[in-house]
């Protein structure tokens, strides 16, 4: 053989031998001196909101938050993570060899700031399906002057993120209708359409109908139509419920969900939350979880005499919690004794977001995920009405 010939063989088994190094490196595999063998590593990928918080491994300081920890021998670890002003965050997990494992964790204040929405009172507020309105009743005051009394009626909030109070402290509500003379709105119920685009509200002599976009100088009276009226929502909510429950691929699941006393769904439709009884033993179904990985779909949530109900983000789950043995006719306007919280859709890492009086009935989420809205009061002389107040998270 020619000498140029096996030049160019050994360039090609060095460039060869090279090439498989360099990927069993990138596949995270290292000699380890101790052993002298080839054994696998994997990495962690860390991302936190907010970023640039400190990262512990197994109690010990290793990086900041956003970032990656290479060349990990397999095994669970604990990761904490910390940043001043939030509540520290901490959860096992496992890595792998030759796979990269990603920690996505969000950070919530320690001491969340709250602020009022409304000023002049707010009485039985209810989120609209889609979740991104909610109406409520503005009650009349005593001793009120002519623009109060004008303002007494029924006032629905765009809950959208382009009108973030955060953003605009000015933005308000807007008015659909006026309380008249034998027309009070507090003593109304209401109930959304399926499409968020109406509410029917039902007194003890009539039943009216009222377009939540625009003022309403006469709502529309549909007392005896509102048994079809009724009707007809309910069967589009049974259609929208049907589609969504054919996301569900594992039939026992979907039998068990269908079946269920209690179906929540997260709103971008990717989980749900569902218990038989409507009780206890909650689970949550997470539909991007792998197609045959049904244990690691379905996880129970942590047994909490509570009110469930999901952030907007459809990663974490809001946890509502009062004092179960106060007498209904000691509840007051302004709510109970109690607490909330916020943790993963996989009951970790709970954090208490606000502790004190608030109606467990009146707590929403904003469809940014950043604040929640509450219905409590102060007890003061100016401000003992019940109001809306928001709870900023971020």
């Known amino acids: 053989m020619s000498k140029r010939f096996l030049t160019t063989l050994l360039t090609l088994v060095v460039i060869g031998l090279s090439a498989v190094v360099a990927i069993f490196l990138a596949k995270g595999y290292r000699l380890s001196p101790d052993t002298k063998t080839v054994s696998g590593t994997g990495i962690l990928s860390i991302t936190s909101i907010p970023d640039q918080a400190s990262v512990y491994l197994d109690g010990h300081l290793t ?4 970032d990656n920890i290479n060349s990990l021998p397999p095994k669970v670890y604990k990761v904490r993570i910390v940043k001043e002003g939030f509540i520290p965050w901490e959860k096992d997990e496992e890595v792998k060899a030759g796979f990269v494992t990603d920690v996505k964790a969000t950070l919530f204040r320690s001491i969340p700031s709250i ?3 409304t000023y002049t009172g707010a009485v039985n507020p209810v989120l609209s399906p889609d979740g991104q309105k909610l109406i409520y009743e503005v009650p009349v005051l005593q001793n009120a002057n002519p623009l109060e009394l004008k303002r007494a009626g029924l006032w ?8 973030a109070i955060s953003l605009n402290r000015g933005a308000e509500p807007h008015q659909i209708a006026q309380n008249i003379p034998g027309l009070d709105f507090t003593k109304g119920q209401f109930k959304w359409s399926p499409d968020s685009s109406q509410v029917m509200v039902t007194f003890a002599d009539r039943v009216l109908l009222l377009d939540t976009n625009r003022f309403n100088d006469l709502p529309k009276d549909i007392t005896a139509t ?3 009226t009724n009707k ?12 969504r429950l054919a996301l569900i691929k594992d039939m026992g699941i979907r039998k068990e969900a269908s079946s269920a006393a209690f179906l929540k769904w997260a709103p971008d439709d990717s989980k749900f939350m569902y218990s038989k009884d409507g009780k206890d033993n909650f689970k949550v179904v997470n539909l991007g979880a792998g197609k045959d990985a049904v244990s690691a779909r ?3 949530l942590p047994q909490n005499k509570g009110i469930y109900s999901w952030l907007a983000d459809s990663d974490h789950l809001i946890l509502v919690e009062t004092q179960s043995d106060i ?3 000691e509840i007051s306007l302004g709510g109970i004794p109690g607490k909330i919280s916020i943790l993963e859709y996989d009951g970790f890492n709970k954090s208490e977001i606000y502790a004190g009086n608030f109606n467990p009935d009146a707590v929403f989420a904003w469809p940014d995920s950043s604040r929640l809205v509450i219905l409590s009061s102060v007890p003061t002389a100016t401000a003992s009405e019940p109001n809306l107040f928001g709870i900023n998270l971020k």
């Open 63 to 66: 990086t900041a938050t956003n």
């Open 115 to 117: 602020y009022p929405l």
């Open 156 to 163: 629905v909030w765009q809950m959208s993120s382009e009108r």
């Open 226 to 228: 509102a048994g079809s």
């Open 232 to 243: 007809q929502w309910e069967n589009d909510q049974k259609a929208k419920d049907t589609v």
């Open 298 to 300: 379905q996880v129970g």
């Open 327 to 329: 007498p209904e006719n």
